[in-house]
């Protein structure tokens, strides 16, 4: 049980620590043109206005993902009621096979209850790698679009 409860957190942390890698990818911009540092700042400060503009998204303001609505569950993490409609389906199934209802009642329970949780913690990683995903795009919109921008004004970006 305990190990099931880390699985999660465990997969959340680490997405998270993908996710602050590609965010703290650095471009670097040189003056191919011969800009003075302080042309240079400025440069890149209007292209950052500029490329926040086109891609509607600001690496220094990233939107707030939207949470979808938690189906939901039981403190054990099953969705209600999952336990009953397995114990039903497994005393219908214990009756046929070997004339013992009850223990088909408890195992049809247990099962139910296990894939309830697996395909509640399924969808919570979904929905984070969605999200996940979603930023990534909008950081990759961005720093293409500060990239033409810089290109623009003389700058080799890499």
């Not at 795009?137 to 810089?150: F, H, N, T, V």
């Amino acid at each position: 049980m305990r190990i099931m409860n880390r699985g999660p957190r465990f997969l959340a942390m680490a997405i998270a620590a993908t996710f602050s890698a590609g965010v703290s990818a650095q471009t670097f911009v040189y003056p191919a043109k011969g800009q003075s540092p302080t042309q240079q700042k400025k440069d890149e400060g209007e292209c950052h206005v500029w490329a926040v503009d086109q891609s509607k998204y600001d690496p220094a303001n990233p939107p707030k993902q939207a949470a979808a609505p938690a189906a939901p569950t039981t403190a054990t993490g099953s969705t209600p009621g999952a336990g009953v409609r397995g114990a039903a389906r497994g005393a219908v199934a214990g009756e046929i096979i070997n004339g013992d209802a009850s223990s088909g009642a408890a195992v049809g329970a247990v099962a139910a209850r296990g894939a309830s949780r697996r395909q509640n913690a399924a969808q919570a990683q979904q929905q984070q790698t969605a999200a996940v995903q979603q930023d990534q795009a909008g950081l990759g919109l961005y720093q293409k679009a500060r990239g033409a921008c810089l290109e623009g004004r003389g700058y080799t970006v890499k």
